[in-house]
């Protein structure tokens, strides 16, 4: 699976070729959450990149997006398409071309006609049929569609309900229901609803896909919808970081509308300005405190739907925050708690101020939801080493368990992780032009050094990035990388080590190929210049690049060292979970899935594995600690 925006013709990038920025590797809701790195040189197109997502996100191509590199007519029309591609190589997509109106969208056709199978689950289709009905009667009002849904629900609760003519009836009611309200403002959140609370029932998603539905946009849309449970079309959110200190928290009440914190807060719980003015004029003109007392009571009431919301998108464990607004004669003051204590906002861990500005700036007015987009360009950059590492912490945690995608543009290399390199993109101008660079591990052929483009993109040595007295093993290509570094983290490891892939090692069918793994040797040993070591496949060339490095100080280890049956990083895994996790065909041959390693990695605590292959994958470190 993979969703990613392929960027055509937009200023400088995708003139030639459209470039791919992949997003995520996997499309399903629960494990979408990613966190990207953009990264470059200085003017290398870092914000074309990020401008083309929220070009993409509004839903409109300027003018000044047209490019100035080529007055050809062809080349003169931006194009950015989102795609998704399932496991099946289906595509979904949506495109928006410079010059025409709306989107343009294509869906994966069904092979053979659909066959409806509500009659599976009547009491359920029952039920759902019922909400459907109260819903659509609240939110729209379309009467003849809620008269068509409660006849339905009538048959349904019959004795013997014909279930083949029930079936048709459905299917044209639900299909006059999409063609009225696709244009509703409402529809979005309304059918998001619905397929969050009922989409394990068939009937749901079936509804989803009907082809009676009005236009392609509405078909491909509520496909997606049904199948992945997110929408299709992401709400794209470019964020700027407006810095909130204790400063902001109060307020005298002449200038109350000039303090934008309490401006938002006010906003957030509904509470107009001129029913906080009255309040005080009431104060003022009968000295009766009262009218004070009875709203600040009112809007700590309020606050606390606030507070639930910000503790649930916070992911808080233990004491959870709270907040209060004190009315007072000289004016208004906000406070937080944490538990029973107050605290003092200044005096706040860095992850938490971050998140109490992205709050109360944007996710308390903008509603992110599951497969939205938050871009950010250049954040962190006032904070110190150790903020900037505990923000880029607390951007990865946020972004997987709220199921979004946080797209991140830095020049600071302490905003990326070792052990995530796959969430890197590089951006690199040739000719004017700028490339994007998706899997980082497959950047040089002839330079096997993954941090080269890293250190490159950051102007920096090694020794930012890999701090020298780490134990460095490295690894051939993304896949082994991921594997190895999501059993680390399931198993707790304890040892110190960073693992590093690179770009194969040869193949010994190639002419030259022992010349070839004589260079990467030789650029290993100058990348980790103590006790480097090479973890290797036991294959004809994993057994040459031992022989050519027998006296060398590079230390290369080939996997059936470890154990005669570790073949490929794959042959660790038990045969029931090589075939769980589809990493086997039907021939029995192994699958490289470099795309689902990473999501794999993220996620490995959801998925049970035998203890064969925890076994096995203990072994490896076991053998790597003993050296």
């Not at 992949?22 to 953009?38: A, P, Q």
């Not at 660079?437 to 490159?456: C, G, Q, R, V, W």
């Not at 899935?593 to 203890?611: M, N, P």
Request: proline share 2%; charged share 25%; glycine share 4%.
């Amino acid at each position: 699976m993979e969703r990613s925006l392929y960027i055509s013709k937009f200023r400088n990038i995708g003139l030639g070729e459209a470039q791919k920025f992949v997003l995520n590797n996997s499309l399903e809701k629960g494990k979408m959450g990613n966190l990207v790195i953009v990264i470059g040189a200085n003017n290398s197109g870092k914000s074309n990149v990020l401008d083309a997502l929220s070009a993409f996100g509004a839903g409109k191509i300027a003018t000044r997006d047209v490019t100035t590199l080529s007055f050809e007519e062809e080349d003169r029309k931006p194009k950015l398409t989102l795609s998704c591609k399932t496991d099946e190589n289906h595509i979904y997509s949506c495109s928006y071309t410079y010059g025409y109106n709306g989107a343009h969208f294509t869906y994966p056709e069904d092979t053979q006609k659909k066959v409806y199978k509500f009659s599976n689950d009547l009491n359920s289709l029952t039920t759902c049929l019922e909400t459907l009905s109260h819903k659509i009667s609240r939110y729209y009002g379309f009467t003849d569609i809620v008269e068509q849904l409660n006849k339905i629900i009538e048959t349904a609760k019959s004795e013997q309900p014909n279930l083949a003519k029930l079936t048709d009836r459905v299917v044209d009611c639900m299909s006059n229901f999409f063609k009225q309200a696709e244009s509703d403002s409402n529809y979005k959140n309304f059918w998001t609803q619905l397929v969050n609370t009922y989409g394990n029932y068939l009937f749901v998603k079936e509804m989803a896909t009907l082809q009676g539905a009005s236009s392609a946009a509405l078909i491909a849309k509520n496909k997606y919808l049904a199948e992945y449970g997110i929408e299709l079309i992401p709400h794209c959110v470019k964020y700027e970081q407006k810095r909130i200190s204790n400063n902001d928290l109060s307020s005298q009440l002449n200038n109350i509308a000039s303090n934008t914190f309490l401006m938002t807060v006010l906003e957030a719980i509904n509470l107009k300005i001129q029913t906080l003015e009255t309040a005080y004029n009431t104060y003022k003109t009968f000295n009766n405190k009262g009218a004070l007392v009875t709203l600040e009571k009112d809007i700590n009431k309020r606050l606390i739907k606030i507070a639930a919301d910000f503790n649930r998108l916070y992911f808080l464990s233990g004491d959870e925050y709270s907040f209060g607004i004190s009315l007072e004669t000289t004016g208004v003051f906000f406070s937080l708690y944490r538990g029973n204590k107050d605290i003092i906002l200044d005096y706040q861990s860095t992850g938490f101020r971050w998140f109490f500005d992205l709050y109360f700036n944007l996710l308390c007015k903008n509603s992110l939801i599951a497969g939205d987009i938050l871009i950010m360009d250049e954040p962190a950059t006032n904070l110190h080493v150790k903020g900037q590492m505990e923000l880029r912490n607390f951007l990865k945690d946020f972004a997987i368990k709220n199921d979004i995608t946080i797209v991140l543009a830095t020049h600071s290399p302490f905003l990326a992780d070792l052990e995530y390199l796959d969430e890197i993109r590089v951006i690199r101008m040739k000719d004017n032009e700028s490339i994007i660079l998706n899997d980082f591990s497959a950047i040089d052929p002839t330079d096997p050094d993954s941090l080269k483009p890293i250190k490159e993109a950051f102007t920096v040595n090694n020794h930012i990035l890999l701090d020298p007295d780490r134990k460095v093993v490295f690894v051939e290509g993304i896949t082994d990388y991921n594997y190895l570094l999501a059993f680390k983290k399931l198993l707790k490891i304890s040892e110190d080590i960073a693992f590093l892939p690179i770009e194969g090692i040869g193949d010994i069918k190639e002419a030259g190929y022992k010349d070839k793994q004589i260079d990467i040797s030789k650029s290993l040993i100058t990348i980790k210049k103590h006790n480097p070591i090479l973890i290797v496949d036991g294959d004809g060339a994993g057994k040459s690049m031992k022989h050519i490095n027998s006296d060398s100080e590079l230390t290369v280890i080939s996997l059936t060292d470890i154990d005669s049956t570790f073949k490929t990083i794959e042959s660790l895994f038990a045969p029931e979970d090589l075939k769980k996790l589809e990493l086997v065909d039907s021939k029995g041959k192994y699958i490289k899935k470099s795309s689902f390693s990473a999501v794999f990695k993220t996620f490995v605590k959801d998925y049970k594995l035998s203890e064969i292959t925890k076994n096995n994958f203990v072994k490896i470190f076991k053998y790597l600690t003993d050296l």
